[in-house]
T-cell receptor, first 109, second 111 residues
Framework: GQNIDQPTEMTATEGAIVQINCTYQTSGFNGLFWYQQHAGEAPTFLSY????GLEEKGRFSSFLSRSKGYSYLLLKELQMKDSASYLCAVRGAGNMLTFGGGTRLMVKP | DSGVTQTPKHLITATGQRVTLRCSPR?????VYWYQQSLDQGLQFLIQ???????AKGNILERFSAQQFPDLHSELNLSSLELGDSALYFCASSGSNNEQFFGPGTRLTVL
């Protein structure tokens, strides 16, 4: 089975840096995804990691350690529009994605 | 705009009824996925189709069924609806890369 854990809520200040952690236990691993979802809207793709290490994409970076079953999403220079839910998802056997419960990030001025 | 379309946007119906949700994937994408997102359960994978064939099955109830047609659009059928089926239903599609593109969703309300 699949088990994915991430914090339920986080709060950060505009302009700051925030790290959202995700731990997983899965049978089979074919990559880890991060999605952003604003309330009532569709998830949008942020990053994909399949090998250990850091992937950087503008203000967002994602890190993966397969041996530890651990990933994080790092958001720099936070903006008010970054207030959203951030979903960690693991692709197991086949192409099936299992999502964590999501982390609701609130950015305050 | 992800290129994935879903209809209808909103659907309000009564318990015991049956509804059909429709999804058109991005041009060229062969895989279609259905997800259910309710307030208390997050995003749950229901089922995947690839080029017309069922590829993977998640937490899909027996009252629910899906299919993918030769033109690659997909339909999710929900029958004997219950109050607990009220949720956002998302469709996503993917091609040969690793990214799934999500449609705008159908909000189903069962009264």
């Amino acid at each position: 089975g699949q088990n994915i854990d991430q914090p339920t809520e986080m709060t950060a200040t505009e302009g700051a840096i925030v790290q959202i952690n995700c731990t997983y236990q899965t049978s089979g691993f074919n990559g880890l995804f991060w999605y952003q979802q604003h309330a009532g809207e569709a998830p949008t793709f942020l990053s994909y990691n399949v090998l250990d290490g850091l992937e950087e994409k503008g203000r967002f970076s994602s890190f993966l350690s397969r041996s530890k079953g651990y990933s994080y999403l790092l958001l720099k220079e936070l903006q008010m529009k970054d207030s959203a839910s951030y979903l960690c998802a693991v692709r197991g056997a086949g192409n099936m994605l299992t999502f964590g419960g999501g982390t609701r990030l609130m950015v305050k001025p | 705009d992800s290129g994935v379309t879903q209809t209808p946007k909103h659907l309000i119906t009564a318990t015991g009824q049956r509804v059909t949700l429709r999804c058109s994937p991005r041009s060229g994408d062969l895989s279609v996925y259905w997800y259910q997102q309710s307030l208390d359960q997050g995003l749950q994978f229901l089922i995947q189709y690839y080029n017309g064939e069922e590829r993977a099955k998640g937490n899909i109830l027996e009252r629910f069924s899906a299919q993918q047609f030769p033109d690659l659009h997909s339909e999710l059928n929900l029958s004997s609806l219950e109050l607990g089926d009220s949720a956002l239903y998302f469709c996503a599609s993917s091609g040969s890369n690793n990214e799934q593109f999500f449609g705008p969703g159908t909000r189903l309300t069962v009264l």
